[in-house]
Every structure is written in structure tokens, then in C-alpha cells.
């Protein structure tokens, strides 16, 4: 069976016979710790047959920075592998960085949260896809035209008002992870969004909180997605909600303020950079937490870490081509620290997942908030 065939059978299985070309594609799940050797030796089988990506294609983070690794380690295996397929191995969950991403066009991205950000901002067409399909839709070129990528499935139901005043990284997470334990997949439509998420890292730190908890890739944030009027006269709403400070209070009570920053002091680590963060937020956050006397992570892509120059600033340890919750160092992090404090709701609630005997808290510290949240 051909992969063409193949994915007209995943097709069917997901309800339709239509699929249709995509712009560009997106892979999740290649780290080693996901995959291990049984999908090392899939996509391995994938080069033996000499396929080829037929779209251009990107990959999540992997499972330590390349810089680091050994030329032996199997995750350099992967990579390598990827690279034959065809695959642009920037590995990060930030594609949309630097891909070209045009509204209305169809794309098969499997990272959850830059699935919401394109979808979102850019008006794209696409959904949730899982790892093993994306892989299928780029060397294919085409994908099965299912979820948000229908326009039917894109109305808005819930018009949601904010009288929060403006958000920042942290309270635009908790918005994220609110909004969507409370309307399921029912497409909101945030008003003056423009407004209240002011800077780019807070609307990507609320839309990769809301498809956590929510498998919603979409969002209309008036001002901010294109077509956005559009939207709100073909919507529908089923629910009205007004949500104001006291709202993202309740859900802040587990959050760490600024004047416990010394629970640092207490075998703790800061991460910082999921999503991973911009060229301009990475410098501005590794100011912040310089000095505090604790030990800080600091994810972005490689394409930022090439331009800062250097893997470390004192305390702080900036790494690329990775992410703590599918990382080697998950093991390193257990051995040597109680608490992990970081400023994003998605990666809280994943390592609250994988890091066993370690605590996880949410950490709301003023010069990082300050940082983060001006980064444009």
C-alpha cells in the first residue's frame, strides 16, 4: 500500500474523503525519550525506502540540546535520519518563528500549541494533529480536512468579554487553562484582545495553555486574528461571559509571587521558554534572572541561541533543540532539586507528569513577568 493510500485510509477512519494540499508540515513526538528505538527504527524504515518530505517541513524539540550531545547518542540518530527525509531539523515549538504562515491556507502541524497560534493569529487552516500522521501528511503533501480546518467548525459559541485590564505571561496562561476547562472545545471569541494580550510571548503563553486543557485549536482574538469581524457576525453564541480580575484570582491561588522568590534558595529550579522563547524575550528574561542565586533554564530555538553566542550566563543556562518535559534531564532534575519553578501553566502541568518526588509551582516573579511580558 502506497503512503498516498494510506493516508486516504486515516481519512476515512477520521470521517472524510477529502484531503487536501498543505502549505508546510510540523512533527511532534522526536525525542528519544517519546520514541525510543522502535521510532528511531520507523523512521529509519522511512530512508530505507527513500521517501522524501514533499512540503516544507519542521520538527519539535528533541531530547537535549544538539551542542551537548554526543555524536553517538541515538537522538543524533534521529536527527540525522530527519534530515534525509527532508525534514528541517530547527527543532523547536516555535516554527512559526521564522515559517512563512499564510491565513487560509491548510497545514498539518502536530504541536498543540503552534497548531493555536497559527490557527489563531494567522487565520491558518489546520488542527491537532498527532506526530506519526503530520510525518504522513509532509511526505505526502496533503492531509485529511478534518476539525478547525472546516469553516463550519471555526464559528465562534462563547463570546467572552475581559475586564482584566492587560495580562501578563503568567495570568495570560492561566486565562488560557480558565477558558477552556470551563467552554470544552466551544470556539471562543475574546473581545479587545489586542488590548489585554499586549505582546506576542503572552498571547503564545495563553493559546499553548488553552490546547492543553482544551483539544481547541482555535481562538478568536479580536484585533489580532485576521478576519476577526468576519467572525463575530457568523457566530453563534451559546454562552456570554464577562470575566474580571477576581476570575484569574481564584485560579492564582497555587501561583509563587514575587516576594517568596526565595523559595529559589530551597534546591530550586527556574525554567523558563515553553513555548520557546523569542530572540528578544530570551535576552531580556536572562537579564531578570540573572543573579538571583538560583539555578535557571532558559529554552528557545536554535536559531536564538546562534545569535546570543554563548550556552551560559552565570546562573542561568540557555539551551536550544530541547524542552525539560521531554528531555535527558528529567532524571538530572530529580536528583539534584525539590522545586521547579516555572512562569508557564502548559509546562507546569506536564512536569508535574513526568518529574517524580519534585515539586512543580507556577512562578510569578516581577522583573521576569516585566521581561517577558513587554517582549514584543
Known amino acids: 500500500m502506497s503512503l498516498e493510500d494510506k493516508l486516504l485510509k486515516i481519512a476515512k477512519a477520521l470521517g472524510t474523503d477529502e484531503v487536501v494540499d498543505i502549505e508546510s508540515a510540523h512533527i ?49 540518530e534521529i536527527v540525522r535520519t530527519l534530515r534525509s527525509l527532508g525534514v528541517s531539523t530547527v527543532l523547536t515549538c516555535t516554527p512559526y518563528e521564522f515559517v512563512r504562515v499564510r491565513p487560509r491556507r491548510y497545514y498539518a502541524w502536530a504541536e498543540s500549541s503552534a497548531a493555536a497560534y497559527i490557527a489563531s493569529v494567522h487565520d491558518a487552516y489546520c488542527e491537532k494533529f498527532p506526530g506519526p500522521l503530520a510525518l504522513l501528511c509532509a511526505l505526502c ?4 480536512r478534518i476539525g478547525k480546518m472546516l469553516l463550519e467548525n471555526r464559528i465562534p459559541r462563547v463570546l467572552v468579554k475581559l475586564r482584566t485590564g492587560r495580562l501578563t505571561y503568567v495570568r495570560a496562561g492561566i486565562l488560557g487553562k480558565y477558558l477552556a476547562e470551563t467552554f470544552g472545545e466551544a470556539v ?72 517568596k522568590v526565595e523559595l529559589a534558595k530551597r534546591r530550586s529550579l527556574i525554567v523558563v521558554g515553553c513555548p520557546h522563547l523569542s530572540y528578544e524575550a530570551t535576552v531580556r528574561c536572562v537579564e531578570a534572572l540573572s543573579g538571583l542565586g538560583a539555578k535557571c533554564l532558559v529554552f528557545t530555538s536554535r536559531f536564538v541561541k546562534s545569535r546570543l553566542g554563548t550556552l551560559s550566563r552565570g546562573n542561568v543556562d540557555i539551551l536550544a533543540d530541547t524542552c525539560l518535559f521531554v528531555s535527558y534531564l528529567v532524571n538530572y532534575v530529580e536528583n539534584n532539586f525539590d522545586v521547579v519553578l516555572t512562569n508557564s501553566v502548559k509546562q507546569a502541568h506536564y512536569l508535574e507528569r513526568v518529574l517524580k518526588g519534585v515539586e512543580v509551582r507556577i512562578l510569578d516573579f516581577n522583573r521576569l513577568e516585566e521581561a517577558i511580558s513587554e517582549s514584543q
Open 28 to 76: 511532534s513526538g522526536i525525542s528519544y525519550v517519546n520514541i525510543g528505538e522502535a521510532g528511531l527504527e520507523y523512521i529509519k524504515d522511512l530512508e530505507r525506502h527513500r521517501s522524501h518530505v514533499r512540503v516544507f517541513t519542521t520538527c519539535n524539540p528533541g531530547a537535549l540540546d544538539l551542542d551537548v550531545l554526543s555524536a553517538q547518542d541515538p537522538q543524533q
Open 141 to 144: 503533501g496533503r492531509a485529511p
Open 188 to 259: 471562543p471569541y475574546i473581545e479587545n484582545a489586542s488590548e489585554i494580550f499586549h505582546s506576542k510571548e503572552c498571547v503564545k503563553s495563553f493559546l499553548a495553555a488553552y490546547v492543553t486543557f482544551s483539544n481547541n485549536v482555535f481562538v478568536v482574538l479580536e484585533g489580532i486574528t485576521p478576519r476577526s469581524d468576519y467572525y463575530k457576525n457568523i457566530a453563534d453564541f451559546e454562552d456570554k461571559v464577562t470575566i474580571d480580575p477576581t476570575d484569574i484570582s481564584k485560579e492564582y491561588r497555587e501561583v509563587i509571587s514575587s516576594d
